[in-house]
């Protein structure tokens, strides 16, 4: 694509792909496009976000992936009030603008195979957001923010996440949870509160314990496995002990304590203040 002269032309345009084209920078005259709705500039040669597309004030899906985007400058995204759909996917971000805050209505976000070693706290806001990809980044925890979302479907592959944070374990509607190639260990018990789970993939994981639970087939299963045991571990409501001594050696008195648990250090205190002689065990 040489020139984008002839769009900028047609007012009425609502849906503009423009994929694979090797274009480095869009021009300024795509702001007259003030029916777009649909924006794709996936796999060109973009190194950045221009103020162009804050124009663009009715896009509700913008796909920017696989371009040399390393940074978005305060102010990106801001006029977006109505997007539902971005794609940021395999470019070079570490951060998003304060800006990005005001794309309240986005319900699907894909930002794999960039730099993030951190949530950006701008999703706080994001109510609707119910699929996220953020796989394929630096990512060692999720903060306890995360826990009050309502994502239906989130991919965590290709992190460096050492256990399952308990936020994850919070989110009531999550239906979909992939964390393949971490670097996690163990399974918590909690993720038996997911309730709508359906696909939970670990491949490629050192999990420890059967192989079921470093598949990516067996959701339900997992999940069942854990149940059982944590049902195995459940704390004993009752215990049975056996106290041993020489005669006189102060083993009732060790039973009493017991009973009406009081330690033995507060009876050995209570003993010494009133002048009686201490009986060792």
Same mark, same amino acid.
């Given at each position: ?42 796999? +060109? =040669?973009?190194?950045? $976000? *221009?103020?162009? &597309?804050?124009? !663009?004030?009715?896009?509700?899906? /913008?796909? @920017?992936?696989? #371009? ?90 290709? +992190? =460096?996440?050492?256990? $399952? *944070?308990?936020? &994850?374990?919070? !989110?009531?509607?999550?239906?979909? /949870?992939? @964390?393949?190639? #971490? ?99």
């Amino acid at each position: 694509l040489r020139s984008m002269a002839v769009f900028s032309s047609l007012p009425s345009l609502t849906a503009l792909y423009l994929s694979k084209n090797r274009i480095s920078n869009i021009p300024y005259d795509i702001s007259n496009l003030v029916n777009l709705q649909i924006l794709s500039v996936k796999d +060109n =040669l973009i190194p950045g $976000i *221009p103020s162009t &597309i804050n124009k !663009l004030s009715k896009i509700s899906r /913008l796909n @920017l992936s696989l #371009n040399r985007i390393s940074m978005c400058p305060n102010g990106s995204f801001a006029s977006f009030a109505d997007i539902t759909s971005l794609s940021l996917e395999n470019n070079g971000l570490s951060s998003l603008p304060l800006s990005f805050a005001k794309c309240v209505q986005l319900q699907h976000l894909n930002i794999a195979g960039n730099k993030f070693k951190h949530w950006p706290r701008q999703l706080m806001e994001f109510q609707f957001l119910n699929f996220l990809n953020f796989s394929g980044n630096l990512l060692t925890d999720v903060p306890h923010w995360v826990g009050q979302m309502k994502i239906k479907h989130l991919n965590l592959a290709k +992190n =460096l996440l050492a256990s $399952i *944070p308990h936020p &994850i374990s919070q !989110l009531a509607e999550l239906e979909e /949870l992939i @964390l393949q190639d #971490n670097r996690i260990t163990e399974l918590p018990f909690t993720l038996v509160l997911l309730s709508n789970l359906t696909k939970l993939k670990l491949s490629g994981n050192p999990v420890e314990g059967p192989e079921i639970l470093r598949s990516d087939d067996y959701a339900l299963d997992i999940l069942e496995y854990l149940r059982t045991t944590m049902d195995i571990v459940k704390p004993l409501n009752r215990t049975t002990m056996m106290v041993l001594g020489a005669p006189k050696s102060g083993k009732t008195r060790v039973i009493n304590l017991l009973k009406s648990h009081k330690s033995w250090v507060e009876e050995k205190q209570a003993l010494c203040v009133k002048g009686t002689k201490d009986t060792e065990l």
